[in-house]
């Protein structure tokens, strides 16, 4: 299984990016978009379950919209209004529905900066 992530890049303060997600093959009950800073611990910004649900971090709700289809192995992060304080490695993550495997990609760019 490969998890391969696109779509960051640099923007200014208060711009957007629309990140992508497309896993190679599994059955995954969960797809989502972890986040590293330099010296910070890596953190979920967003994720979707099979079921629908999503959650968010608290410092991206009402900024950042996770969207796709668990089922055919394609997620979205739609970042508006991107702070500086967004500025980090994005990482796509996938859960198997059926062994809890964690699945990985290779992590895409993101700078905020003016």
């Known amino acids: 299984v490969q998890l391969q992530a696109s779509g960051g890049g640099l923007v200014q303060p208060g711009g957007s990016l629309r990140l992508s997600c497309a896993a190679s093959a599994g059955t995954f009950g969960m797809m989502g978009w972890y986040r590293q800073a330099p010296g910070k611990q890596r953190e979920m910004v967003a994720s979707?379950?099979?079921?629908?649900?999503?959650d968010y971090v608290d410092s991206v709700k009402g900024r950042f919209s996770i969207s796709g289809d668990i089922t055919k192995r394609a997620v979205y992060l739609q970042m508006n209004s991107l702070i500086i304080e967004d500025t980090a490695v994005y990482y796509c993550?996938?859960?198997?529905?059926?062994?809890?495997?964690?699945?990985w990609g290779q992590g895409t760019q993101v700078t905020v900066s003016s």
């Open positions: 993550k996938a859960n198997s529905l059926l062994t809890r495997r964690e699945y």
């Open positions: 979707i379950w099979s079921g629908g649900s999503k």
